[in-house]
T-cell receptor, first 111, second 111 residues
Framework: DTAVSQTPKYLVTQMGNDKSIKCEQN?????MYWYKQDSKKFLKIMFS???????INETVPNRFSPKSPDKAHLNLHINSLELGDSAVYFC??????????FGPGTRLTVT | DQQVKQNSPSLSVQEGRISILNCDYT??????FLWYKKYPAEGPTFLIS?????DKNEDGRFTVFLNKSAKHLSLHIVPSQPGDSAVYFC??????????FGSGTQLTVLP
């Protein structure tokens, strides 16, 4: 009975490909996020959606496009993958500012 | 430009003793601080938080201290248990409800 789930858990792909990572939360939260954990282990916010509306969009390339079909889902689509996109991507959700619930992460490897 | 810094990448403590994890921040606009714990191959999980109007918050074995003048917070775990071995992330939040994370400290509790 996972609160925040992500698929796939691992993704290996070649440069130039387009891929998507899916995220779903069953907590009834209004806000969802995407984070990138880079090689230096920093967790950096990429996007935040509140009730399907984009509220935070950090400086990420246009190749990254979040899509929120409903408030329980926030998918991340990446076009023309590059080597530097290799990282662990975490989805999260929250209802208030107390805490964010994170998914298990998706390890993306671009070769 | 790291606004949240965890200068100790690792910490080893004997079981039963106190673990003290430190975090410094530079942005005086941060008004809410959180600690997250992360096990390998899992997403971060919320541990404890503190508002900038307080200087201490306690939850069981976990206590967070905030020194606003020094822009410093610390997490105390006492007594430490082997199951506490994990990476601990400090995070700070401003009015935009956007979390800025530190790079984490790997805590190892030795039996």
């Amino acid at each position: 009975d996972t609160a925040v789930s992500q698929t796939p858990k691992y993704l290996v792909t070649q440069m130039g490909n387009d891929k998507s990572i899916k995220c779903e939360q069953n907590l009834g939260h209004d806000t969802m996020y995407w984070y990138k954990q880079d090689s230096k282990k920093f967790l950096k916010i990429m996007f935040s959606y509140n009730n399907k509306e984009l509220i935070i969009n950090e400086t990420v390339p246009n190749r990254f496009s979040p899509k929120s079909p409903d408030k329980a889902h926030l998918n991340l689509h990446i076009n023309s993958l590059e080597l530097g996109d290799s990282a662990v991507y975490f989805c999260a959700s929250s209802q208030n500012r107390d805490e964010q619930y994170f998914g298990p992460g998706t390890r993306l490897t671009v070769t | 430009d790291q606004q949240v810094k965890q200068n100790s990448p690792s910490l080893s403590v004997q079981e039963g003793r106190i673990s003290i994890l430190n975090c410094d921040y530079t942005n005086s606009m941060f008004d809410y601080f959180l600690w997250y714990k992360k096990y390998p191959a899992e997403g971060p999980t919320f541990l404890i938080s503190i508002s900038s109007i307080k200087d201490k918050n306690e939850d069981g074995r976990f206590t967070v201290f905030l020194n606003k003048s020094a822009k410093h917070l610390s997490l105390h775990i006492v007594p430490s248990q082997p199951g506490d071995s994990a990476v601990y992330f400090c995070a700070a939040e401003g009015s935009a409800r956007q979390l800025t994370f530190g790079s984490g400290t790997q805590l190892t509790v030795l039996p």
